[in-house]
């Protein structure tokens, strides 16, 4: 069994500062990581995704995201954000060498404040 | 490319009822995945078809059931509806070939509310 852990519910960030959106997982066996953006009324988004490799992820709109095995976290950053990141992020883990089976967080609302 | 359509975008529905809920992946995808989303227990894995067979499937009720058809469009059913039923179904597509590794890519979900 696998599970996803986002600390954070809601993250309030004035805008052009930085962020972190922290995500740790919980698996019996090796798993990918994957971040989704959900805007409102819309369906989720891939931001970014680990499978295998250099351990710091680069995504789409200067997301990225570091794969710490040890710690088993997979925080998301971004280095100055902008009003329009305001959204729900969601965290995810799916199982190697399995099927399309994906364990989603609870969700991390990022707003930001102009 | 057209993007993942999901039909309809809103239902509104009575407790005991039943709804289906439709699907049309990405042209070329084989695989298609449903999830639930409510606010209180989040993105809930439902289901996933393959080649019109499920391949995989989440801890729902019996009451859930979908099916794929030749062209990979995806039906998902809910018999008996519940008011605990009422949430946003979103469904996933992927090629499906490279199995978990693959890009899910989401519709905008349908919102189902059951009175």
């Avoid at chain 1, 280095?79 to 799916?94: G, L, M, Q, R």
């Avoid at chain 2, 019996?62 to 039923?85: K, P, Y």
């Avoid at chain 2, 979103?90 to 919102?111: K, V």
């Amino acid at each position: 069994a696998q599970s996803v852990t986002q600390l954070d519910s809601q993250v309030p960030v004035f805008e052009e500062a930085p962020v972190e959106l922290r995500c740790n997982y919980s698996s019996s066996v090796s798993v990918y990581l994957f971040w989704y953006v959900q805007y409102p009324n819309q369906g989720l988004q891939l931001l970014l995704k680990y499978l295998s490799g250099s351990t710091l992820v680069k995504g789409i709109n200067g997301f990225e995201a570091e794969f710490n095995k040890s710690q088993t976290s997979f925080h998301l950053r971004k280095p100055s954000v902008h009003i329009s990141d305001t959204a729900e992020y969601f965290c995810a883990v799916s199982q190697r060498g399995g099927y399309q089976k994906v364990t989603f967080g609870t969700g991390t609302k990022l707003q930001v404040i102009p | 490319k057209a993007g993942v359509t999901q039909t309809p975008r809103y239902l509104i529905k009575t407790r005991g009822q039943q709804v289906t809920l439709s699907c049309s992946p990405i042209s070329g995808h084989r695989s298609v995945s449903w999830y639930q989303q409510t606010p209180g227990q989040g993105l809930q894995f439902l289901f996933e078809y393959f080649s019109e067979t499920q391949r995989n499937k989440g801890n729902f009720p019996g009451r859930f059931s979908g099916r794929q058809f030749s062209n990979s469009r995806s039906e998902m059913n809910v018999s008996t509806l519940e008011l605990g039923d009422s949430a946003l179904y979103l469904c996933a597509s992927s090629l499906g070939s490279s199995g978990s590794t693959d890009t899910q890519y989401f519709g905008p979900g349908t919102r189902l509310t059951v009175l």
